[in-house]
């Protein structure tokens, strides 16, 4: 068979044909960004607002972390190069225990990316076992699932708490592991981790939770928060008052913290295990230096004007979820994070819809099947702190011009999804 065919292959699979009539018919995918200016974008001639960035505290644009690259880079080189497993730049134990220490847990092991944890972790924490994952959870879970079945772990998914429930009461070879997303990445919604971790520790399954989108954002309540999202955005197991007991969390420093690095947060004993059975601890390039620096930059950043950072984000975001609701729009976020989908009406397409919102100049995140269930297809916008309350004006009058053109659902009555 000529190579070239296996595109056509590809292209038949209707897991792959939402997203492949997208990139070839909107302007929304591998587009070539050739300016940036805070939240504004150019492409060619055009500006847009960025509404597709996940750098939610605005750590990308922040001057006192772009300044602490130059001299790690200067200490470091550009890029370790050797594996986690052969050498480990001084960085490393200094992120690992300052993670630990903001997250309230026992101990953490970093690796270069969340989809590389997944694939690599889930397998060697399930063994033989068993694995019920939530219909939601985001792509890179269900593929470190897939490849725990293919190592023996028998797979099963669930919709609800009742369904979780029930496969937990059936009785299942252990380990049993119970996976799932924080902050779900698509409604931006905060699951039940409390009901999750009472389930779990009475079967004693282990919650593994994904909090990329929460990490950053959420954090431990408190009587001195600056906003509901909690203070200091140590993620979901605090922000939900919980202990670390029965659970594995996994989070991200892509998304708040804007660099390329990601985390577990697990007892030592558990860490030790994982660097000598993870692949990516003992085979994949790491993270580069930058990344690194602008990690260790960014707690500081987060512990000087973390808070307030977050309490503009909240702000912000309440102002377009306010707007949304007040049109009587459908959006499945009922927990005021900083993702906002938007589906647009049954009979509206997405292609058409994505060429106005170009047109209008916002730069959003389309959401096709089957990332999102198909009467959920839309498009999908984050807030940022660095956003500023004129771009939230244009964003939320472009969405009263398409409201007013029923180019989207209706609230429902019960609009968690
Ligand atoms: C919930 C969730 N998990 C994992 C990932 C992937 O993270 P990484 O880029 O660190 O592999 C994403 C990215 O969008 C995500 O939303």
């Not at 931006?188 to 282990?206: E, F, S, W, Y």
């Not at 007991?245 to 994982?274: C, E, H, I, M, Q």
């Not at 993870?278 to 580069?288: D, E, F």
């Given at each position: 068979?000529?190579?070239s065919h296996l595109?056509t292959?590809v292209?038949r699979?209707?897991?792959?044909s939402?997203?492949?009539?997208?990139r070839?018919e909107?302007r929304?995918?591998?587009a070539?960004?050739?300016?940036?200016?805070?939240?504004?974008?150019r492409?060619g001639?055009?500006w847009?607002?960025?509404?597709?960035?996940?750098?939610?505290?605005?750590f990308d644009l922040e001057?006192?972390?772009?300044?602490?690259?130059?001299?790690?880079?200067?200490?470091?080189?550009?890029?370790?190069?050797w594996s986690?497993?052969?050498?480990?730049?001084?960085?490393?134990?200094?992120?690992?225990?300052?993670?630990a220490?903001l997250?309230?847990?026992?101990?953490?092991l970093?690796?270069?990316?969340?989809?590389?944890?997944?694939l690599?972790?889930?397998?060697v924490?399930?063994?033989?076992?068993?694995?019920?994952?939530?219909s939601?959870?985001?792509?890179t879970i269900?593929?470190?699932c897939?490849f725990?079945?293919?190592q023996?772990?028998?797979?099963?998914?669930?919709r609800s708490l009742d369904?979780?429930?029930?496969?937990?009461a059936?009785g299942?070879?252990?380990?049993v592991l119970?996976?799932?997303?924080?902050v779900n990445?698509m409604?931006g919604?905060?699951?039940?981790v409390?009901?999750?971790l009472?389930?779990?520790r009475?079967?004693g399954?282990?919650?593994?939770?994904d909090d990329a989108?929460?990490?950053g954002?959420?954090?431990?309540?408190?009587?001195?928060e600056?906003?509901p999202?909690g203070?200091?955005?140590?993620?979901i197991?605090?922000y939900c008052?919980?202990s670390y007991?029965n659970v594995v969390?996994?989070?991200g420093?892509?998304?708040?913290?804007?660099s390329?690095?990601a985390?577990l947060?697990?007892p030592?004993?558990?860490?030790?295990?994982?660097?000598?059975a993870a692949?990516?601890?003992?085979?994949?390039?790491p993270?580069?230096?930058?990344?690194?620096?602008t990690?260790?930059?960014?707690?500081?950043?987060?512990?000087?004007?973390?808070?307030?950072?977050?309490?503009?984000l909240y702000r912000?975001t309440?102002?377009?979820?306010q707007h949304?609701?007040g049109?009587g729009?459908?959006?499945?976020?009922t927990?005021?994070?900083?993702?906002?989908e938007l589906p647009i009406?049954?009979?509206?397409?997405?292609?058409?819809?994505?060429e106005?919102?170009w047109?209008?100049g916002?730069f959003?995140?389309?959401?096709?099947?089957?990332?999102v269930p198909r009467?959920q297809?839309?498009?999908?916008?984050q807030?940022t702190a660095?956003?500023?309350d004129?771009?939230i004006?244009?964003?939320?009058?472009?969405i009263?011009?398409l409201?007013?053109d029923?180019?989207?659902q209706?609230?429902r009555e019960s609009?968690a999804s």
């Amino acid at each position: 068979m000529h190579v070239s065919h296996l595109a056509t292959e590809v292209d038949r699979d209707p897991r792959y044909s939402a997203i492949a009539r997208l990139r070839a018919e909107t302007r929304f995918y591998d587009a070539v960004i050739d300016q940036v200016d805070g939240r504004r974008i150019r492409v060619g001639e055009h500006w847009l607002t960025d509404w597709a960035s996940c750098n939610y505290l605005g750590f990308d644009l922040e001057p006192d972390i772009i300044g602490a690259v130059d001299e790690q880079l200067r200490r470091w080189g550009t890029h370790p190069s050797w594996s986690r497993m052969l050498g480990n730049p001084a960085l490393y134990p200094q992120i690992e225990q300052r993670l630990a220490a903001l997250l309230g847990a026992e101990d953490t092991l970093v690796l270069p990316t969340i989809t590389q944890i997944h694939l690599s972790v889930i397998p060697v924490l399930a063994q033989q076992g068993t694995i019920l994952v939530d219909s939601r959870a985001h792509k890179t879970i269900w593929d470190g699932c897939v490849f725990a079945r293919a190592q023996g772990a028998t797979l099963s998914r669930f919709r609800s708490l009742d369904e979780l429930a029930a496969l937990l009461a059936a009785g299942n070879p252990g380990p049993v592991l119970v996976c799932m997303d924080g902050v779900n990445s698509m409604t931006g919604n905060i699951p039940d981790v409390r009901a999750c971790l009472d389930l779990c520790r009475a079967h004693g399954a282990v919650l593994y939770i994904d909090d990329a989108h929460g990490f950053g954002v959420i954090g431990a309540r408190a009587d001195d928060e600056t906003s509901p999202y909690g203070i200091s955005g140590n993620s979901i197991i605090r922000y939900c008052g919980e202990s670390y007991d029965n659970v594995v969390l996994v989070g991200g420093f892509s998304k708040a913290y804007s660099s390329l690095l990601a985390f577990l947060a697990v007892p030592t004993v558990l860490k030790n295990r994982l660097k000598s059975a993870a692949a990516p601890y003992l085979y994949s390039g790491p993270s580069p230096t930058a990344s690194l620096a602008t990690v260790l930059a960014g707690f500081d950043v987060n512990a000087e004007r973390g808070d307030k950072l977050r309490s503009e984000l909240y702000r912000m975001t309440t102002r377009v979820l306010q707007h949304v609701r007040g049109l009587g729009v459908f959006t499945p976020n009922t927990d005021d994070t900083p993702i906002i989908e938007l589906p647009i009406a049954l009979d509206r397409d997405l292609v058409e819809v994505s060429e106005r919102l170009w047109e209008r100049g916002l730069f959003v995140t389309l959401a096709p099947y089957p990332g999102v269930p198909r009467d959920q297809v839309g498009f999908r916008v984050q807030v940022t702190a660095a956003n500023t309350d004129a771009e939230i004006d244009h964003l939320n009058a472009v969405i009263s011009e398409l409201a007013a053109d029923g180019v989207f659902q209706e609230a429902r009555e019960s609009s968690a999804s």
